[in-house]
C-alpha cells in the first residue's frame, strides 16, 4: 500500500515498478498494488504526480510495506 507518509492519504493511481525485471503496477483506490515475481534483491521504484520518486533496494521473501514522501 502506498500512502502519504505525513497525512496517511492513500495514493490513488501511482505506479510502482522494479527495475531489474521491468515490471510493475498501478495502485488502487486503497493504495494497493500486486506484482508477482520471483524471490530476489530488487529495486523498488514509486512514483506519484507531486512527490518525489521514491526507491529502495528491497529482497522479496515476504510482504513489504513502503510509504512514499511529497
Keep these: ?6 497525512t496517511g492519504e492513500f ?3 501511482s505506479n510502482v515498478y522494479l527495475k531489474e525485471l521491468m515490471k510493475g503496477a498501478s ?3 486503497y493504495g494497493f498494488y500486486s506484482i ?3 524471490e530476489g534483491e530488487y529495486n523498488f521504484v514509486a512514483s506519484y504526480v507531486g512527490y518525489k520518486d521514491y526507491t529502495e533496494k528491497i529482497k522479496l521473501d515476504k510482504n ?3 510509504k512514499c514522501q511529497s
Design 1 to 6: 500500500m502506498l500512502k502519504d507518509i505525513t
Design 64 to 66: 513489504i510495506k513502503n
Design 36 to 38: 508477482t515475481v520471483p
Design 11 to 13: 495514493l490513488i493511481g
Design 27 to 29: 495502485t488502487n483506490t
